[in-house]
């Protein structure tokens, strides 16, 4: 049972194109992180929400938790985005923090 | 910032071997995880450790066991590596157990030949 869902899978845009990554989930959460990992293996938080709207340069990060919904945008689409983004929400009933992953979503940003 | 860093980036074991693989964080987080990544998969939880000498199962304890002697060391141990074990290794910390903002390590690839 997967619960949490990404799409698409992959991802391929030519730069200057605007994207969106879809992450639905099944559980009562309290929060969600949106993290990206570049080859080569390093993960780093790009955002962590629970509610409404956050913006951090060309990337935007929204989740509805009453439909158990959150969404990733990148304006303006540059190749230096090409990643893996995966969405990690907070499960209320983990212990101790702990994360659910999604499988991720792998962007590749064509010059 | 927060650095977490581990031990190695690259590391080739043969079946059998005992492997450890080290965790260091610099921020004083009570909170430690160590996950294992797999095409196809995602991140998958393996031990969390929330206090010193404290320490609790993950998704897929199997096959490996856990240190944490100092609040800043967090070690994985692999008693007999199995080429099943083949894997990027990853571990994050975060400051308390109500803190979901966890901080990734930039991993290691083990390959069990």
């Known amino acids: 049972k997967n619960e949490v869902e990404q799409s698409p899978q992959n991802l391929t845009a030519q730069e200057g194109e605007f994207i969106t990554i879809n992450c639905s989930y099944s559980?009562?959460?309290?929060?969600l992180h949106w993290l990206q990992q570049h080859p080569g293996g390093g993960i780093v938080s790009l955002f962590m929400?629970?509610?409404g709207k956050k913006k951090h340069g060309r990337l935007i990060a929204t989740i509805n938790i009453q439909e158990k919904h959150s969404s990733l945008h990148i304006t303006a689409s540059h190749p230096r985005d090409s990643a893996v983004y995966i969405c990690?929400?907070?499960?209320?009933?983990?212990?101790?923090?702990?994360?659910?992953f999604g499988k991720g979503t792998k962007l590749s940003v064509k010059p | 910032d927060v650095k977490v860093t581990q031990s190695s980036r690259y590391l080739v074991k043969r079946t059998g071997e005992k492997v450890f693989l080290e965790c260091v964080q610099d921020?004083?987080?009570?909170?430690m995880f160590w996950y294992r990544q797999d095409p196809g998969l995602g991140l998958r939880l393996i031990y969390f450790?929330?206090?010193?000498?404290?320490?609790e199962k993950g998704d897929i304890p199997e096959g490996y066991s856990v240190s944490r002697e100092k609040k800043e060391r967090f070690s994985l141990i692999l008693e007999s590596a199995s080429t099943n074990q083949t894997s990027m290794y990853l571990c994050?910390?975060?400051?308390?157990?109500?803190?979901?903002?966890?901080?990734f390590g930039p991993g290691t690839r083990l390959t069990v030949t």
């Open positions: 994050a910390s975060s400051f308390s157990p109500t803190s979901v903002e966890q901080y």
């Open positions: 559980v009562g959460i309290s929060a």
């Open positions: 929400l629970s509610s």
């Open positions: 990690a929400p907070m499960n209320y009933g983990g212990s101790q923090g702990n994360l659910i």
């Open positions: 921020m004083d987080h009570e909170n």
């Open positions: 450790s929330y206090d010193v000498k404290m320490k």
